[in-house]
């Protein structure tokens, strides 16, 4: 039976024998292209520009653009969001998503929300199509109805990623897609010292996403890793 590394494995890629396992200053230098291929507007920078001075992380461009596609393929309407930062993921989104669907977007801290508020005016966006909800997610979750969303987007509080998961199942549609941001940690998923609670609850996730035999998964190497499962 397969399974997750645990935090003191290390994880090497499986790779037909004799092919080269390092990654290659080539292999960086696409993927950095790869993960800047689609251009951001002034509405998007404005938005970065407000979470760097936060302090905050954005999902980088490239994971900005897998958002867009996801929405798109899945033709979504209904999408919730588990932080919403200052709106950069949450314009990606909404330009993947159908011209009269609906962000739910939840972040614990209304001051940020204001700012995506303004970006997502910037962007072109009317105001109904997006509903701030302040709150933690698991006292928001909850609160949502059942299969009546095509995607959920994760980037909250990493201690809690198994229960977004579960939330996650509860809400979508079969068919519906959830994704996780930060998947990589900065490489700390994958390395084998001592980690800190976070990475080892995202080992978890991966290992739950993987062998759930209700999502089909796969892992983008995108941004800082976006962990992306369709619902049976």
């Given amino acids: 039976m397969s399974r997750f590394p645990a935090p003191t494995d290390t994880v090497t890629p499986r790779q037909p024998r004799g092919q080269e396992r390092v990654i290659t200053g080539n292999r960086q230098t696409s993927w950095a292209f790869a993960d800047a291929f689609v251009a951001e507007d002034e509405a998007l920078r404005w938005a970065r520009d407000r979470a760097r001075e936060a302090g905050l992380r954005s999902v980088s461009a490239g994971t900005g653009a897998a958002l867009r596609l996801l ?24 330009h993947g998503m159908r011209p009269d669907g609906v962000l739910t977007t939840v972040d614990p801290e209304p001051d940020r929300q204001q700012f995506a508020r303004q970006a997502f005016r910037a962007a072109g966006f009317a105001s109904n199509r997006a509903r701030f909800i ?99």
């Fill in 71 to 94: 929405a798109a393929t899945v033709d979504a309407k209904a999408v919730a969001e588990i932080g919403t930062g200052t709106g950069v993921s949450g314009i990606h989104l909404l």
């Fill in 134 to 232: 302040p709150g933690r997610a698991l006292d928001v979750l909850p609160r949502l109805a059942d299969a009546g969303y095509d995607l959920v987007f994760c980037d909250g509080d990493r201690l809690e990623c198994l229960d977004y998961l579960a939330e996650s199942l509860r809400l979508l549609r079969p068919g519906g897609l959830v994704a996780f941001e930060g998947m990589f940690a900065d490489g700390r998923t994958m390395d084998s010292g001592p980690q800190p609670a976070e990475v080892g609850r995202l080992r978890e996730l991966l290992r739950a996403v993987r062998e759930s035999q209700d999502l089909v998964p796969s892992l983008l190497p995108v941004g800082d890793g976006l962990l992306c499962a369709v619902k049976r």
